[in-house]
């Protein structure tokens, strides 16, 4: 490679991160091939360098060049190859464009091969030596700076709220509806994402249940995660975790969100070595329990119009969230109608991965899209639910580049118009009743 | 505050949600000068958090924000 500090860089960061799961991925591989059709890129576009093995093979060719003994001196008997510029370029490519992270290969592998990770740490290359997109790492680099400059938004957020807050009022007819921030000693901290969005329907809910809430004045969003880089990822997720500390709350509930229920549950205890004094959920895993418990009751007849639901990979495959989305549905829609493949086998919708924010790629992303299309289509549903938001961007272009002519919602939204709709009812019976009395 | 400044670019960011105002707003820059100024209409509250924030990892000037009935409207120097 020319530059031999981004080299050296590269291999640092190969170095660093080869504990024995990253080992095992780069020497393991029957070359059996089952994992090719597990790819949505492949789906889409059968050709070699969509098959999720050649991708790893192209990072296990360079580990060989310097771990493997044949590998640095007869390279070509083990197919070693010496890293160069191009090389490492088209390999940034392929990471951060051609593999969503999704684990579906990984799944299917008979070996369990985990060609993500291996994606995943050539993003940290990338990372590293200054080549991954520079959008990623804005978007981290702002999460970072509201963190460490809370006083540059907070006021103008807490105003926004208090907008929110009015119209929360007017929707649910409840003067009494209230939308808390960073308030000490609440049960929960909800943490939401930039965007009226995602506060109004889970505040409906919350209202709804008599939830002891506040909101968290971050997002749950971490592009760190996206760019394998931990140093960044903690420090957007130390926010969170320093915040709900200081309030002293029982539960932290993510938002919608897969990558950031995968930071904040399932990595953040890992990466801060810390057992943390308070519990972190995604939402869906909550409202589901208010259901389930008879807390929040519902109405299917709320949504009445044929609803499918795309499992985001993060909270299916990496969280095992699978019961819950489902009891939600049953629950608020007439007529749920399962996508095929779904669950642990869904196919990733192609916008996963930090790709949704990466305007560069939005061909590439559609292209891979086009089985999760398909999949829609099929079920002739009206509405798509989704539960995360880096997949409802991506589910909306994809309704736009394929025709598919559906509504894409979140499960949040759906429980919050079945909510509504129960106030109106009820108060369409108190005026019948007013009416008949007078 | 808009009105007496020259805008070299208007970016129309309304419908946009999270983290597309921004994506769309680090991608417009690029390709001003320096001195150039933007202003930003959006419609997602979002922007009023995360574009103080970028502008401080970016380094780059937030001149003003501020909500106009159902619009959030921002003003960016570009100093680098
Ligand atoms: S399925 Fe697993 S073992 Fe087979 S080629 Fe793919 S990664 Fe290798
Ligand atoms: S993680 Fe998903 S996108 Fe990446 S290679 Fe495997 S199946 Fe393909």
């Not at chain 1, 790819?39 to 969509?50: A, F, I, N, R, T």
């Not at chain 1, 109106?424 to 005026?431: G, P, R, T, V």
């Not at chain 2, 390709?31 to 209409?41: K, Y």
């Amino acid at each position: 490679m020319a530059d031999n500090g981004n080299v050296r860089k590269v291999y640092e960061i190969l170095e660093k991160q080869l504990n024995q799961p990253l080992k095992t991925a780069l020497e393991v591989c029957a070359r059996c091939g089952i994992c090719a059709e597990a790819c949505h890129y492949y789906v889409s576009e059968p050709k070699v360098e969509h098959v999720p093995a050649y991708r790893a093979e192209q990072v296990r060719k360079i580990y060989r060049k310097k771990y493997n003994f044949f590998g640095k001196y007869i390279p070509s008997l083990v197919n070693a190859e010496e890293l160069d510029e191009q090389k490492f370029n088209e390999l940034v490519e392929m990471a951060f464009s051609e593999c969503t992270l999704c684990r579906r290969c990984t799944f299917n592998c008979p070996l369990g091969v985990d060609t993500p990770l291996v994606m995943r740490v050539v993003r940290a290359m990338a990372t590293a030596s200054g080549k991954a997109p520079e959008i990623l790492v804005m978007l981290a680099d702002s999460a970072i700076a509201k963190g460490e400059n809370p006083e540059i938004f907070k006021e103008m957020f807490i105003q926004q709220v208090s907008e929110l807050e009015k119209e929360l009022k007017e929707l649910t007819g409840n003067p009494n509806a209230k939308i808390p921030v960073e308030k000490e000693g609440a049960r929960v901290l909800y943490v939401g994402l930039a965007g009226a969005h995602t506060i109004i329907p889970p505040a409906i809910i919350f209202n709804e249940v008599g939830e002891d809430w506040t909101l968290s004045i971050y997002e749950a969003a971490n592009y760190g995660v996206f760019l394998g880089d931990v140093e960044r990822a903690k420090k957007i997720a130390k926010r969170i975790i320093d915040e709900a500390k200081r309030l002293k709350v029982q539960e932290v509930i993510v938002a919608e969100c897969g990558h950031a229920c995968n930071a904040l549950v399932w990595e953040a205890p890992n990466w801060f070595a810390e057992k943390f004094p308070f519990r972190v959920r995604s939402i869906v895993e909550l409202v589901a329990e208010y259901i389930q418990s008879g807390k929040l009751k519902v109405n299917p007849e709320a949504n009445s119009e044929p609803v499918t639901y795309h499992d985001s990979c993060n909270l299916a495959r990496a969280g095992g969230i699978l019961k819950e989305p489902r009891l939600i549905l049953q629950a608020v829609v007439k007529d749920f109608r399962e996508m095929t493949p779904n669950g642990l086998e869904n196919y990733c919708c192609g916008g996963g991965g930090g790709l949704v924010a990466l305007p560069e790629y939005y061909e590439k992303r559609m292209r891979a899209g086009k089985p999760k299309a398909e999949q829609i289509r099929k079920t002739k549903a009206k509405i798509v639910a989704a539960a995360c938001e880096n997949c409802k961007l991506q589910l909306n272009d994809l309704n736009n580049y394929y025709n598919l002519g559906v509504e894409v919602k979140g499960l949040v939204d759906l429980v919050a118009n079945a909510i509504l709709y129960n106030r109106q009812k009820i108060s369409a019976n108190e005026n019948q009743q007013a009416n008949v009395s007078t | 505050m808009t009105e007496q400044m020259k805008v070299d670019l208007v970016l129309d960011l309304k419908g946009l949600l999270c983290p597309l105002p921004i994506v769309k707003l680090s991608q417009a820059i690029k390709d001003l000068p320096v001195g150039a100024i933007i202003e930003g209409i959006a419609t997602d509250p979002g922007v009023m958090a995360d574009v103080p924030a970028w502008a401080k990892a970016s380094g780059q000037e937030l001149i003003s924000i501020e909500q106009r009935d159902k619009e959030y409207r921002f003003l960016i120097k570009k100093v680098k």
